[in-house]
């Protein structure tokens, strides 16, 4: 069983910036995608970025495309989302997830383990 643990969410203002990241424990990842969820209030969860675990294929939602990017170091089985510019839209609660390709989590499919998720509010 894989365990996935965010942390790094918080408030900032518009325009700012904030860094997730991603710690995952359990098992060998070596043939897994990695990525991130959000999920606002009577909303249902959608991607936001993958990465496959080689750390060479990335995808992203359209609407975070320019201002967050997705990175992982393989060698502490870690994954980062830096977010920047963001807006109040933004605002929602951010899992780490793994998947089997970067492919299926763009399609908001095949997630195998979610993590507790972290609290990120842009304020206007």
């Known amino acids: 069983q894989v365990q996935l643990v965010e942390s790094g969410g918080g408030l900032v203002q518009v325009g700012g910036s904030l860094q997730l990241s991603c710690a995952a424990s359990g098992r060998p990842f070596s043939s897994y995608a990695m990525g991130w969820f959000r999920q606002t209030p009577g909303k249902e969860r959608e991607f936001v970025a993958a990465?496959?675990?080689?750390?060479?294929?990335?995808k992203y939602a359209d609407f975070v495309m320019g201002r967050f990017t997705i990175s992982r170091n393989g060698g502490a089985n870690t994954v980062a989302l830096q977010m920047n510019s963001l807006k109040p839209e933004d605002t929602a609660v951010y899992y780490c997830?793994?998947?089997?390709?970067?492919?299926?989590?763009?399609?908001?499919?095949?997630?195998?383990?979610w993590g507790q998720g972290t609290q990120v509010t842009v304020s206007s």
């Open positions: 997830v793994e998947g089997k390709s970067t492919s299926t989590l763009a399609a908001g499919e095949g997630v195998t383990s």
């Open positions: 990465i496959t675990w080689s750390g060479i294929g990335t």
